[in-house]
């Protein structure tokens, strides 16, 4: 459970760190905490999916003596933005002139045509040389869809997806990108 | 990743055993499945978090030797219908008379309340008497305004909540259930 006083503690340790020194999913998690605590957004990401392998009982409760990574079929991050549902992958790529597709897995990538088939918004959030883009999921897919290649070239990224800006309170506020490139998608019962 | 093929195990399987056979989770499971393969919704089940407490490394890859169960803050179930973001836990009681109000935690009610305010339809599927009843998001809120029980009770149940009816494909066909209730929700663009 989060409390407001947990948000402080972890805005204080930014202030000691550079945002270098966070990796993307714990800025991301940040920004979603931060989301949720403001009442803007209510996102989250989803837990690895464990099989368990070995469960038993003792007088706290049960203990997994032994599990597995299973492969997710959804991508990480899902929820919900001014009623509509929201759902990205983060990836980090230390490779300075593309992003290999080997980071995303296939039914992964089949998951994501389905969530654009079913009017969701879905997107990739890529650090690469230090810069973080959105690139949407109709963009990522139009590239699949004419190139053949194992990996996404920066210039591509640089100019189809969308810089998200480091900042202090959120530490990458994506949601103001989604608010500009998605704006037809917001419409609302009232403006009908 | 889920073949066609595998579809057509579980429905063999289903049609060796009565539905009383499984349990509440295995035919919201099956009737997700469903959903997906017939393209009419993606709806998952959140895995549990765990919190992973000693991971180790062999020539296969991760092992995780010690774990818990961490007590998620989200609903179990959530996805995406005709472009809205849904949301739902699923619980069974063997209370006759009445739902006990434990089986639902604090912070997943404070949770349901958000996704309330932040527009999404959210609700619980309550088995009762054998029997699976669909409880609107609001009208839970409702009852918790308006009542200091620690449970709810099955007339109120019967009353406000929504008979969901077994059937063969899928088992528990609840979105029907909800393009009835949800009707003024599921506006279009083309529509405005």
Chains 1, 2 share one sequence.
Do not use: W
């Not at 800025?27 to 469960?55: F, H, M, Q, S, W």
């Not at 194992?150 to 480091?166: A, H, M, Q, R, V």
């Amino acid at each position: 459970m989060k409390y407001p006083n947990n948000i402080n503690k972890v805005y204080q340790k930014m202030a000691t760190y550079s945002n270098r020194g966070m990796d993307l999913e714990e800025e991301i998690n940040l920004t979603n905490e931060y989301y949720v605590e403001k009442n803007r957004a209510l996102i989250y990401k989803k837990p690895t999916p464990i099989g368990l392998a070995d469960v038993s009982y003792n007088d706290k409760g049960r203990i997994i003596n032994r599990a597995y990574f299973k492969e997710p079929s959804t991508l990480d991050y899902n929820g919900l933005y001014k009623g509509k549902y929201i759902e990205f992958e983060a990836k980090v790529t230390q490779n300075r002139t593309s992003f290999p597709l080997a980071n995303i897995h296939e039914h992964q990538i089949t998951h994501l045509k389905r969530v654009l088939e079913h009017q969701g918004i879905v997107f990739l959030i890529i650090k690469i040389n230090d810069l973080v883009y959105l690139l949407k999921g109709n963009d990522f897919v139009e590239f699949l869809n004419h190139n053949n290649r194992k990996s996404i070239p920066y210039d591509f990224i640089k100019e189809t997806g969308y810089l998200i800006k480091y900042g202090f309170n959120p530490p990458l506020d994506y949601l103001n990108i989604v608010d500009e490139i998605y704006k037809e998608d917001f419409y609302d019962k009232e403006n009908c």
